[in-house]
């Protein structure tokens, strides 16, 4: 990369300093740290907490850590991926079950695995624009709690009941109802134009790219290795706040082996060759996490020392229905968009943090930033993006150990990272880079403060 | 935790009787509560020769609008008796116990105060009768501690020759419901560098503006702790191991406070607590070392775990604290240390030689500061609360018949509750205490063990 383009990288910063908002341009968005609650492992420790629960423990340890008792935040964004028809206004009753201030604002956004990265984008593109000085980032999943429904002939002679003028317009309605319509409809991890659950599209993507089990169970191991040893000297003393008695994520297996993950049978993809097991997939997962925002002046006032910021994101989208493209692979696509604009090569950054929805998926994008073709062709790029130093990438362990609450990770990746990047020191870079469902990816670029 | 003995005794029934008997009957104590009046009554206040602290007494207590009495009318109750013997210089001078407090015994109220006002051992110089008065004074209030019934107590504040200034805070505390489990204690009260005492706006808010830190803040003594600083003012940050954070998050946010997670034996953990308090809040004006851990064993079979592990939580992270907590830019000059010691480290405990090896050493350390040079210029105050029997969670697993023992070997016949505790601390705690340092109280209800 020329030079003049590197220098892009740091415009942010620049230009926020002189800046209040307005005509002078946007600010700079601080993020100021981080809570969320430890991970479990579904129908485990949370099985009777809601979404609703969860989310509100989650805000209550971050307004305990940061001291927001009373105070009105610029607004709180997040939201859930299963998610209750009751629970409408979720981030809203969530922040009235809190100790914030009742006058502060909530809104839900649903965007699959990439819903609190989102939400963290939302919130700082807010502050950066100054239409807030403060917000909170978050997303929670319970897939214990999550909703079941009336089958379609039932919902609708329910509909007809309800909307039945006569009594016997009504028993016709329920006349019309079969045995079979009495069977409850529970949500699928499954994309719905495919039929097809996101392990078994992963296991179609990582044959392609000749992925090995080996390779798979070595990311797992080094994701358990990395979070145990990450809790073992306190990192997330002040990233986690524990919930009903949990004060680490369940699924974690500080003494898991790479013989232990060899000996599980694979679970996606079909017979020989198949390499995805329970041990390098993210298990279904109940958890919420928050992440603080600020303006600098917001920062300041509250004695809050600004971890980074939020220099820049990009979501992409691809076409796994009929474009031949891996239903994970978008952040692949987003990632060279991204560090065009920002001007940076994927060896700028001091730290990434894929998110590890499957070993093969960390993998399949590293893969894929390497292989000259796939640049060349998909990506329309003159050279490979090439590989990623390993001391860099997921340093404190990601998914595959902590879990993965789908709403959720993205604000735990963002807290961590900020916290991550603080330790490095200041103008050290971090990339994120989150695949979710629909064949969607969000990634971005945060900047030590 | 219940005290169902205590609840029967105070029933119309029980109350019969306990007393047909000639058993024990515990009084519900007078706690503070702000819109209580500081005493049950009016007050006799009287001493011997000039008596300046009774002088003293008596505008503090006519500005609050308290009666002031100079005997003891027939049939009158009273609230509490104020004694200044900061003059008495030989054993003659004693009889005043005996010729003004004596008759005005039987007339206090429940829940009644004596506090004794006495001159300073550390100026009594070698005069062998002056020692000796001076002295005698200690052994005639713990006495009277033990003669009074109904919740009322008797301490003993001592005060050197010119300091008289620095002593209201004390009179307050021993007059009010915050002293309501402290019985038979002395305080001694000395000068303070850079002038007097200073009183607060509102003796209600006297931590108003202050910033706390209180170490085991997520339940029990500490969580109380947290809540009368909070009260009496102060914004409070509460620290606690990160597997007790889902309390310690709800105690923060209820008191408006900040939760910090970690664990008080990390090699950083004073510097992480300056940081945040600084940081965050400003500055670092109380520090209140809270933390502890029982791991009881009889010595024979103590393992080096358990001996290790309560001698390092609840004395040796306290002394490596102290080097970033007590360092110049750590605790702000006029602030205060309050440690938390306990009865077993005065009177030792069966099974607890680990944690009464903790406990008394904190009073050494205490000892130790209070005396510092360094710390009495920069006004910094050193001292320690000793908990007797407290109701607690701990206390409540001890079996039934030494718990019932442990509540009713006091001359207040109960355990005390974790608000005296915090009570006390927050005393501590007050820049009206500027001459207070070096201090052990014991919050006991003046308990027979180790006394």
Known sequence: MPASTTRRATRPRTTASSATGGPSGPRRAAILGGNRIPFARANGKYAKASNQDMLTTALEGLVARFGLAGERIGEVAA?????????????????????????????DVQQACGTSLETTILVANKIALGQVESGIAGGVDSASDAPIAVSEGLRKALLRANAARTPVDRAKAFAAVRPGHLVPSAPRNVEPRTGLSMGDHMAITAKEWGISREAQDEVTLRSHQRLAAAYENGFFDDLVTPYLGVSRDTNLRPDTSLEKLASLTPVFGKGEGATM?????????????????????????HGLTPLAYFVDAETAAVDYVHGGEGLLMAPSYAVPRLLARVGMKLQDFDLVEIHEAFAS??????????????????????????????DRLNVTGSSLATGHPFAATGGRIVATLAKLLHEKGSGSRGLISICAAGGQGVVAVLEAA | MTDTYSDLVNSKVGKQVASRLGLPRPVRLRRYAPDQPLVPGPVLVAGVGDAPLAARAADMLRGDAIDIIPVVAEG???????????????????????????????????????????????????????????????????????????????????????????ADAALRFFLSGRSAYVDGQVVTVGAASGGPAVAPDDWHTPLAGKIAVVTG???????????????????????????????????????????????????????????????????????????????????????????????????????RMNEAILAPDGLAD?????????????????????????KAGVIGLVTALGGSPDLYARRVTVNAVAPGFIETEMTAKIPLATRELGR?????????LPVDVAETVAWFSQDANAGVTGNVVRVCGQSLLGA
């Open chain 1, 361 to 390: 998926t960390v993998l399949t994008t590293e893969a894929a930033w390497q292989d000259e073709a796939f640049c060349r062709d998909r990506l329309g790029l003159d050279a490979p993006l090439g590989a990623i130093d390993q």
């Open chain 2, 217 to 319: 803040a997520a339940r029990g003594i500490g969580a109380s702790i947290a809540e009368v600083l909070a009260r009496d003012g102060a914004t409070v940050v509460g620290v606690d191991i990160p597997s007790a954070g889902e309390s310690l998050a709800r105690n923060a946010n209820r008191l408006g406070g900040t939760a910090l997670q970690l664990d008080v034996t990390a090699p950083d953990a004073g510097r992480r607590i300056v940081d945040h308090a600084r940081t965050r809040h400003g500055s670092l004006d109380i520090m209140i070392h809270n933390a502890g851990i029982t791991r009881d064993k009889l010595l024979a079979n103590m393992d080096e775990s358990r001996w290790a592990s309560v001698v390092d939580v609840n004395l040796g992270s306290v002394i």
């Open chain 1, 79 to 107: 939201g859930a991926v299963l998610k209750h028809s009751r629970d409408f206004n979720l981030t809203r009753e969530a922040v009235l079950g809190s100790s914030l201030a009742a006058t502060t604002p909530g809104y």
């Open chain 2, 408 to 416: 009713r070997l006091s001359s207040l016949q109960q355990g005390g």
């Open chain 1, 277 to 301: 097991t329970a041990g390098n997939s993210t298990p279904l997962t109940d958890g919420a996490s928050a992440v603080l925002l600020g303006s600098d002046a917001w920062a300041a006032e």
């Open chain 2, 76 to 166: 009158q109750r009273v609230g509490a008796v104020v004694l200044d013997l900061t003059q008495a210089r030989e054993l003659t001078d004693l009889d005043a116990f005996r010729t003004i407090l004596g008759p005005a015994l039987k007339r206090l109220a429940p829940s009644g105060r004596v506090v004794v006002f006495g001159g300073s051992m550390a100026t009594a110089g070698t005069d062998p009768m002056l020692r000796a008065t001076r002295r005698a004074l200690e052994g005639v209030v713990r006495s009277i501690g033990k003669e009074l019934r109904a919740g009322a107590t008797a301490n003993l504040v001592t005060v050197v020759e010119g300091e008289e200034a620095n």
């Open chain 2, 334 to 358: 006029g602030g205060h240390v309050v440690c938390v010691s306990s009865i077993a480290g005065i009177a030792g405990n069966r099974g607890q030689t680990n944690y009464a090896a903790s």
